[in-house]
């Protein structure tokens, strides 16, 4: 079975702090996606990468980096927490091919809560 | 405009009965459609997945069916149980340089005894 794991389940921030989310897959996929959940809003792409130390804007990238260093551990990192982005984190793995070309089903972390006071 | 609509927004239903969920969608090129359930406080995990030639799949009690002409889906749930309680999440998946995944924003069901 495909895992992936993500480093913190629930995670409480002061506003201005740096906030490094972790996500590890152990399947070897090629792809891993950093979303966003809010209320109300489908799943919102943050980032995703395609490759070691490839990666690509989503949708709402503004305020968020990342970094992938090693193939099955994908990196989400808040520069300065804001109220805004308190949220639900999802990751997720796929198998690919380069450049992201690839439908395959996508597996998910279970999710960090984070809350920015 | 790449949009993923589903109907409706929240279900309660009696343990035992069955229900239809619905998702709409307006991607194009399309490549293919999943169903997730997801539950409270957890990641999404894949019901089932259909490609443009596929009109009906089966998973124990749920069944998807996908009608590429009206790009309409439906996830049907029969002999409904209380862990069937949680969101249902369409998602489809269409290439236009890169692959994109557009999702729904869900149906959130209830299951009551």
């Known amino acids: 079975d495909v895992k992936v794991t993500q480093s913190s389940r629930y995670l409480v921030k002061r506003t201005g702090e740096k906030v490094f989310l972790e996500c590890v897959q152990d399947?070897?996929?090629?792809?891993m996606f950093w979303y966003r959940q809010d209320p109300g809003l489908g799943l919102r792409l943050i980032y995703f990468s395609y490759d070691v130390k490839m990666k690509e804007k989503g949708d709402i990238p503004e305020g968020y980096s990342v970094s992938r260093e090693k193939k099955e551990r994908f990196s989400l990192i808040l520069e300065s927490a804001s109220t805004n982005q308190t949220s639900m984190y999802l990751c997720?793995?796929?198998?690919?091919?380069?450049?992201?070309?690839?439908?395959?089903?996508?597996?998910f972390g279970p999710g960090t809560r984070l809350t920015v006071t | 405009k790449n949009q993923v609509e589903q109907s409706p927004q929240s279900l309660i239903i009696l343990e035992g009965k069955n229900c239809t969920l619905q998702c709409n969608y307006t991607v194009s090129p399309f490549s293919n459609l999943r169903w997730y359930k997801q539950d409270t406080g957890r990641g999404p995990v894949s019901l089932t997945i259909?490609?443009?030639?596929?009109n009906t799949k089966s998973n124990g009690r749920y069944t998807a069916t996908l009608d590429a002409d009206t790009k309409q889906s439906s996830l049907h749930i029969t002999a409904s149980q209380l862990s069937d309680s949680a969101s249902y999440i369409c998602v489809v998946s269409g290439y236009s340089g890169t692959y994109k995944y557009i999702f729904g924003t869900g149906t959130r069901l209830k299951v009551l005894a």
């Open positions: 259909m490609t443009f030639s596929e």
């Open positions: 399947m070897d996929h090629e792809n």
């Open positions: 997720a793995s796929s198998v690919g091919l380069a450049g992201g070309r690839s439908s395959y089903e996508q597996y």
